[in-house]
């Protein structure tokens, strides 16, 4: 059994039908991982219209703050990865090089959205780098440079495609918690661009399985090592957070 897919430039791919179960084996990671996301205490408060909307404001506010704390170190992981890839599939490192590259910003969008929702920036770009962030970063680093540099589409698959699930939520739950508009940049950019690159990363790691069939294995390994360590434990820490500054107390 073979898969066809015609890409944006018009480059028709026949896929072997172990590369199209594996890519569908990834998207059942990611429906397994989004129903523990829905169970979790943060999003059940972020959905609920009876949650103190400062407590909204703040758990997004600290998220963000996460998240430009990792984003230089997977941006980074991820080039290097790249790097490693067979130097005879400029094919397959190009898109992701572009891709990696149109990311490079977005720790910055993220801080600049903080700032707005009262944040301070000297203090964000001081600060030491939390434990779950730097545990997240790690992982990503560590796969990139350490095992094969295909494992990194593991990190990358379920960051990609559950990010514009979760932001396109959120834009709702937002709004019903009155959610200041002009500090959900990062949010409405992701809920809108990430759609497309989660397009690119499933043909992406059906073009890789199909052409490198042992990759599938790393790629998996990837999967289960970065979801040890995201989402949840980096929202964990933004509530902790966020009830620290709304019951008056100072965040470490």
Same mark, same amino acid.
């Given at each position: 059994?073979?898969?066809?897919?015609?890409?944006?430039?018009?480059?028709?791919?026949?896929?072997?039908?172990? &590369?199209?179960?594996?890519?569908?084996?990834?998207?059942?990671?990611?429906?397994?991982?989004?129903?523990?996301?829905?169970?979790?205490?943060? $999003?059940?408060?972020?959905?609920?219209?009876?949650?103190? =909307?400062?407590?909204? #404001?703040?758990?997004?506010?600290?998220?963000?703050?996460?998240?430009?704390?990792?984003?230089?170190?997977?941006?980074? &992981?991820?080039?290097?990865? /790249? !790097?490693?890839?067979?130097?005879?599939?400029?094919?397959?490192?190009?898109?992701?090089?572009?891709?990696?590259?149109?990311?490079?910003?977005?720790?910055?969008?993220?801080?600049?959205?903080?700032?707005?929702?009262? !944040?301070?920036?000297?203090?964000?770009?001081?600060?030491? /780098?939390?434990? +779950?962030?730097?545990?997240?970063?790690?992982? +990503?680093?560590?796969? &990139?440079?350490?095992?094969?540099?295909? #494992?990194?589409? !593991? $990190?990358?698959?379920?960051?990609?495609?559950?990010?514009?699930?979760?932001?396109?939520?959120?834009?709702?739950?937002?709004?019903?918690?009155?959610?200041?508009?002009?500090?959900?940049?990062?949010?409405?950019?992701?809920?809108?661009?990430?759609?497309?690159?989660?397009?690119?990363?499933?043909?992406?790691?059906?073009?890789?399985?199909?052409?490198?069939?042992?990759?599938?294995?790393?790629?998996?390994?990837?999967?289960? +090592?970065?979801?040890?360590?995201?989402?949840? =434990?980096?929202? &964990?820490?933004?509530?902790?957070?966020?009830?620290?500054?709304?019951? !008056?107390?100072?965040?470490?």
């Amino acid at each position: 059994m073979t898969d066809t897919q015609t890409t944006e430039s018009h480059r028709t791919d026949t896929f072997s039908s172990e &590369a199209v179960d594996f890519a569908a084996s990834l998207d059942q990671k990611v429906d397994t991982l989004l129903a523990s996301v829905e169970e979790s205490d943060i $999003y059940r408060l972020v959905a609920s219209p009876q949650t103190d =909307p400062r407590l909204v #404001a703040l758990i997004v506010k600290y998220i963000l703050l996460e998240v430009f704390s990792y984003g230089p170190h997977v941006t980074e &992981a991820t080039f290097t990865a /790249i !790097g490693r890839f067979p130097k005879d599939r400029p094919d397959l490192m190009r898109p992701l090089i572009l891709h990696d590259l149109s990311e490079v910003d977005h720790g910055e969008m993220a801080l600049t959205d903080f700032i707005k929702l009262g !944040g301070n920036e000297a203090w964000a770009r001081d600060r030491r /780098i939390s434990p +779950c962030s730097f545990a997240m970063g790690a992982t +990503c680093r560590m796969l &990139a440079e350490r095992q094969s540099p295909f #494992a990194f589409l !593991g $990190y990358m698959y379920p960051f990609e495609t559950l990010t514009p699930i979760l932001t396109e939520r959120a834009q709702g739950f937002l709004k019903m918690h009155g959610f200041p508009v002009e500090a959900q940049v990062f949010i409405d950019t992701h809920a809108e661009e990430d759609i497309g690159h989660a397009n690119l990363l499933n043909l992406l790691v059906k073009r890789v399985v199909n052409d490198f069939p042992d990759a599938a294995e790393e790629i998996a390994y990837g999967f289960d +090592c970065f979801v040890n360590v995201y989402p949840l =434990p980096i929202w &964990a820490h933004a509530l902790q957070n966020a009830r620290t500054e709304l019951f !008056g107390q100072q965040v470490a």
